[in-house]
C-alpha cells in the first residue's frame, strides 16, 4: 500500500471513530434530557454496551495500524470527561 492510500485509511479511520464518539455523546444527551435517570439499569447497559462497542473498534484501528494507541485512548478518554460533565450537569439540576 502506498503512503498516500495509508494515510486515506487513517484519516477515515479517525474520522469514523470520532463520529461514533461523537453518537454516543448525543445519544446521553438526548436520554437525559428526556429525563432518563442516570442511575437507571437501561442508560448505564446502552452507555456501557456502546463504550465497549466503540473501544473494540479503537483496537481494531489500532491493531490495522490506522491509528495511534495513544489517539484511540485519546478519544474515549474526551468522551468519558464529556459523558462526565453531561451526567454532573444532569445531577445538579
Request: overall charge negative; aromatic content about 6%; some cysteine.
Amino acid at each position: 500500500m502506498d503512503t498516500k492510500s495509508q494515510t486515506s485509511f487513517q484519516e477515515k479511520a479517525l474520522e469514523l471513530l470520532v463520529a461514533d464518539a461523537d453518537k454516543i455523546a448525543r445519544l446521553i444527551r438526548v436520554q437525559m434530557d428526556h429525563l432518563t435517570m442516570p442511575q437507571c439499569p437501561l442508560y448505564e447497559e446502552v452507555l456501557d454496551t456502546q463504550m465497549f462497542g466503540l473501544s473494540r473498534e479503537i483496537d481494531f484501528a489500532v491493531k490495522l495500524g490506522l491509528i495511534e494507541r495513544e489517539k484511540g485512548k485519546a478519544i474515549l478518554d474526551s468522551l468519558e470527561k464529556e459523558l462526565s460533565v453531561l451526567h454532573d450537569a444532569y445531577t445538579d439540576k
